[in-house]
């Protein structure tokens, strides 16, 4: 079946730590992998995305690349802000079922 | 633009009312789909609409029944709830139904319900 596993959290950092937050997968086909956030209070929204392997995704200074050979969709970011304190969800769309395959989702926190 | 518009924000219901909730995007985009998220879980999927037509029902209650009525409107009807259903409801649309390869799926920001 179609199954997303991510690192348990909470993932304290200190600001301008470097994150990496793991991710891997398990899917029949050639799923397309997505990172979204979370912000306390609000809904879900689009960090990045890949479609195919070793394509990389990258937005507002974070970056995950697809790896087919390791099935994983790790997110990094080389600085963090507490800005970017939130919870973070790995997913993948299914090719055999279009669905959206979510991981539970990682909360990181930044602290000044 | 890639944004959905959800309302009212919050809601407060009996497990007697009927109430409505709203979604709305202009982007033109032919899927739009209704997700349940509990406190600290992913988002569960519960209903799609392509084209206008209900495609996939993930074996939800009746109490649940959600409404279509244009191409950039979805509506979810409560009914008879239970505490149980509480939770953060979010919608999402996509440009084409789920199939579509590489197919990213917007979200509003979502309605937190609260069923007493």
């Known amino acids: 079946g179609n199954s997303v596993t991510q690192m348990e959290g909470p993932v304290t950092l200190s600001e301008e730590a470097f994150l990496t937050i793991n991710c891997t997968y398990t899917a029949t086909g050639y799923p397309s992998l997505f990172w979204y956030v979370q912000y306390p209070g609000e809904g879900l929204q689009l960090l990045l995305k890949?479609?195919?392997?070793?394509d990389k995704g990258s937005n507002k200074g974070f970056e995950a690349t697809y790896r087919k050979e390791t099935t994983s969709f790790h997110l990094e970011k080389g600085s963090v802000q507490v800005s970017d304190s939130a919870v973070y969800f790995c997913a993948l769309k299914a090719s055999n079922t279009g669905k959206l395959i979510f991981g539970q989702g990682t909360t990181l926190q930044v602290k000044p | 633009d890639t944004e959905v518009t959800q309302t009212p924000k919050h809601l407060v219901m009996g497990m007697t009312n009927k109430k409505s909730l709203k979604c709305e995007q202009h982007m033109g985009h032919r899927a739009m789909y209704w997700y349940k998220q509990k406190a600290k879980k992913p988002p569960e999927l519960m209903f799609v609409y392509s084209y206008e037509k209900l495609s996939i029902n993930e074996s939800v209650p009746s109490r649940f029944s959600p409404e279509c009525p244009n191409s950039s409107l979805l509506n979810l009807h409560l009914h008879a709830l239970q505490p149980e259903d509480s939770a953060l409801y979010l919608c999402?649309?996509?440009?084409?139904?789920?199939?579509?390869?590489?197919?990213?799926?917007?979200f509003g920001p979502g309605t937190r319900l609260l069923v007493l």
């Open positions: 890949a479609t195919k392997a070793d």
């Open positions: 999402a649309s996509s440009q084409e139904g789920p199939s579509g390869s590489g197919e990213t799926q917007y």
